[in-house]
């Protein structure tokens, strides 16, 4: 009697099923270790500490592609948060602004439907740029270093999966992402 896993159709068939469960055990994960993952848009919901009330005016949220990170990474906050400074003057296009002027609520929010996030994917954004005016002496710092200034990956395999809000919190010692991160 032939033996049947000699038939060719049927080593086949194994194979198919065996990487098939293989697949489907491992979870069909697309985030590999590493890896960022594609750019998402998310709800970003920034908040104020309540000791920064009537301290801390503006709060920028800048859109930035992967080839300009490292120049925003390394300007300097302070002359950024000067009037007339140029960068924040031309980044005009690239930026929200949350204001916590006097009366103006401490959480404030940008919605996935809001259309500064079609002009974001149509550049290429990858990452956001939380930027807080806070009140003070401050060191200029390179990148997260200095506590005015938090990136913020857009990458889907950065963030917890089902994550749809990056929620941010700026406090007169810096920026906090309280958002879990995938780990």
Known sequence: ???????????????????????????????????AGKPKVYNIEVRLDDALKGKCQTVDVVGINPAGLARWQEYSMSAYWKDGDPLR????????????????????????????????RAKGVAHLLILAELPGHHDDKRSDSDERRLTLPLGECHWVKGTNTLNVLVQQSGIQVLTPIRQ
Not at 16 to 22: E, Y
């Open 89 to 120: 003057r031309d980044s005009k296009s690239e930026r929200i602004i949350f204001s916590f002027d006097e009366g103006k609520p401490l959480t404030q929010s940008l919605s996935v439907t809001n259309p500064q996030w079609a002009n974001w």
């Open 1 to 35: 009697m032939k033996n049947i896993f000699n038939s060719r159709r049927l080593r086949l068939l194994v194979l198919v099923l065996l990487a098939g469960g293989t697949a489907f055990v491992s979870g069909c994960s697309t985030c590999k270790p590493g890896e």
